[in-house]
């Protein structure tokens, strides 16, 4: 009994010391994290300097399909919003990410993670980037927006050669339609929706139209009216057959016309003026 009782007492020791050097273990993860973080606030007066210039850029004149959200109170963590290409099984969505700058920057590359979850070969699951321009290719000259811009570029073309996700780059080199249909679920579930955009359309053809009237009110320096429609002529029955025929016609627009009970009288007044001419003619001829 007093063997069996020592060897469980040996174990649940054993497993004990275990426990605590795993948690150890963790506990120093998290505070290095930490630890390489809280550097990144600690950038030289120049440093920020020439970021708050470029955010500022960023901001008033965006790359297409990325939204950087700026914090003037800390520029060692820069925040992007990146619209899914056409095309990809990225669009519709809108992935949030990061890039974090080191006490260094810009001798040394940014890190970059996504904080939306998304299914990529070259982004692995705790969010974080790879591509080329962050790691051996990097060069201080290289700005934020070019950055960004190969960041978004890497969800159009990715490299399943140097992937994180080996899931996701195996797929996408064996079976590129089971890889998108993965891609899409991932954004449907996880990435944000577009915000509509404001169509103009409608809003500038009214602005069209209420600029030519401005103009034609301006020529003519009289409100503009509806157009309206001529009456057809009519022809007036005389006694002879040399008679011409007198068009009647709705006043034109424009134009001084006399209210529709006079142009009746005028008409009348042409026609006894017609009967006396006639008349004299008839008499004429007898002489």
């Not at 990715?158 to 249909?181: H, I, T, V």
């Not at 030519?212 to 157009?227: A, Y």
């Not at 016609?249 to 134009?255: L, N, S």
């Not at 016309?257 to 008349?279: C, S, W």
Request: proline share 8%; charged share 25%.
């Amino acid at each position: 009994m007093k063997k069996r009782r020592s060897l469980v007492n040996l174990i649940a020791t054993d497993w004990i010391d275990r426990a605590l050097v795993n948690i150890c273990k963790r506990s120093s993860a998290a505070f290095e994290s930490s630890r390489s973080e809280a550097t990144n606030e600690n950038l030289p007066p120049n440093v920020i300097r020439q970021l708050a210039k470029e955010l500022k850029n960023l901001d008033e004149t965006p790359p297409e399909g990325i939204k950087v959200v700026v914090n003037d109170e800390d520029f060692s963590t820069i925040y992007a919003d990146i619209e899914g290409p056409a095309g990809t099984p990225y669009e519709n969505g809108v992935f949030r990410m990061k890039l974090l700058l080191s006490h260094d920057f810009p001798h040394s590359p940014p890190k970059g993670y996504f904080l939306t979850k998304i299914f990529h070969p070259n982004i692995s699951a705790n969010g974080e980037i790879c591509v080329n321009t962050l790691k051996k290719d990097w060069n201080p000259s290289l700005g934020l927006r070019h950055v960004l811009i190969v960041v978004r570029c890497l969800l159009i073309e990715p490299f399943p050669e140097s992937a994180l996700n080996e899931q996701a780059g195996k797929m996408l080199l064996e079976n590129y339609d089971e890889y998108a249909r993965h891609a899409r679920l991932y954004t449907g579930i996880h990435a944000l929706k577009p915000k509509p955009k404001v169509k103009t359309v409608a809003i500038f053809e009214s602005t069209t139209a209420l600029n030519v009237d401005h103009r034609n009110k301006e020529s003519t320096g009289k409100e503009p009216q509806p157009p309206t429609p001529l009456s057809t002529s009519s022809k007036i029955p005389s006694q002879d057959q040399n008679a011409s025929v007198i068009p009647v016609t709705e006043p034109v627009i424009g134009a001084s016309a006399l209210p529709k009970k006079e142009g009746v009288l005028a008409v009348k007044a042409t026609q006894v003026d017609k009967k006396k001419i006639d008349a004299r003619k008839k008499s004429l001829k007898r002489l």
